[in-house]
């Protein structure tokens, strides 16, 4: 269950969709595959297999378990770089930590996100704490890349610290589905999360036989992942489950509803929406820097082996590996 929750028949709610509304229609249904990130951490791949295009202005998405860890089992990453985009971290259940070499960092648990803009280039390291490795526990997040355009892909490093607790919570107009917004805006609710490149996050959960109508802004494309359960997604209820993502064409607004009769352990529908304004710019990635060009990735490439996107502080947390 994710850490956020609420009654969604005490929060404000939705606007009902007006009967002329657009819905939009799906293009895709795609399953993301299983691999392992870091020291070894187990993901699900959520992008792979769909088209750039469809996914501008996001680049990559993780989802990181959920799973219960035993003791000693949790993994994070080492120290890495990265440049010319903005990553997502967004922990819904369970502790992550995260440094970075502009001074960025903390705690992000149960319900918190992590915002990091990378811009011209930044280190960073982001490991379960040691009392978690330890003792093992519940673990389930993600983490987005969200693309900067040419004309941001040198700007100054900044890291957001968005607690659980700030983001913007709304109720569908009947009270079945609860949507955490955490940045963007739907129906006049913002979330806290400041971003260059306009796009919206949010994340629903939608009990069993409900359904939810979402206003969405025209100009963005529309991404719809499964976390966890079973429903249905767009005008044509197209089926959706677990691990799966929904690319949809266009229209005023998406529609995702939960089926009755799901898994016990996972009774509600988890999903995560996603949308942006696409950039469309030609894209040049090669592992942690997203450019326009080659040359670009040479000279990211040059510039971290020169230690000019940042050094590892002094005071820097590494990977815990659990006593014995």
């Known amino acids: 269950m994710p850490a956020v929750t609420a009654d969604a028949t005490t929060l404000p709610r939705l606007t009902p969709a007006p009967l002329e509304a657009t819905e939009r229609t799906v293009r895709s249904v795609t399953r993301g595959p299983r691999g392992y990130e870091g020291e070894g951490f187990p993901v699900v791949r959520a992008f792979a297999g769909v088209s750039s295009a469809a996914l501008d202005p996001f680049i990559h998405m993780d989802q990181m378990g959920e799973v ?129 490149t306009p796009i919206t996050v949010a994340h629903a959960t939608i009990e069993p036989g409900a359904s939810v109508s979402v206003p969405w802004r025209e100009d963005f494309n529309a991404l719809v992942y499964v976390l966890s359960g079973r429903g249905t997604v767009g005008a044509d209820a197209r089926p959706i489950e677990s691990g799966e993502l929904a690319v949809l064409g266009a229209g005023e607004r998406l529609t995702v509803g939960a089926r009755t009769g799901a898994d016990g352990n996972h009774p509600d ?52 590996t659990r006593t014995r």
């Open 269 to 320: 529908l988890e999903v995560l929406l996603l949308g942006g304004r696409p950039i469309r710019e030609p894209v040049a990635q090669y592992g942690p820097f997203v450019m326009n060009t080659r040359q670009q990735l040479v000279e990211a490439i040059e510039d971290f082996q020169a230690g000019r996107l940042g050094t590892v502080p002094a005071d820097a947390i590494m990977p815990h």
């Open 68 to 196: 219960d860890y035993e003791p000693g089992e949790p993994r994070g990453t080492d120290w890495h770089p990265h440049r010319g985009f903005e990553t997502v971290t967004y922990i819904i259940d369970g502790r992550f930590q995260h440094q970075d070499s502009a001074g960025g960092g903390g705690m992000i648990e149960n319900g918190a996100t992590q915002w990091m803009t990378a811009g011209a280039g930044i280190l960073h390291i982001e490991t379960p704490p040691a009392e978690l490795v330890e003792s093992g526990g519940l673990f389930h997040g993600i983490q987005l890349w969200v693309n900067l355009p040419a004309a941001d892909k040198f700007l100054t490093p900044r890291y957001q610290n968005l607690e659980g607790g700030q983001v913007a919570l709304v109720g569908s107009p009947d009270g079945g589905a609860l949507i955490r917004i955490i940045a963007g805006e739907l129906d006049g609710h913002a979330g806290p999360g400041a971003t260059h």
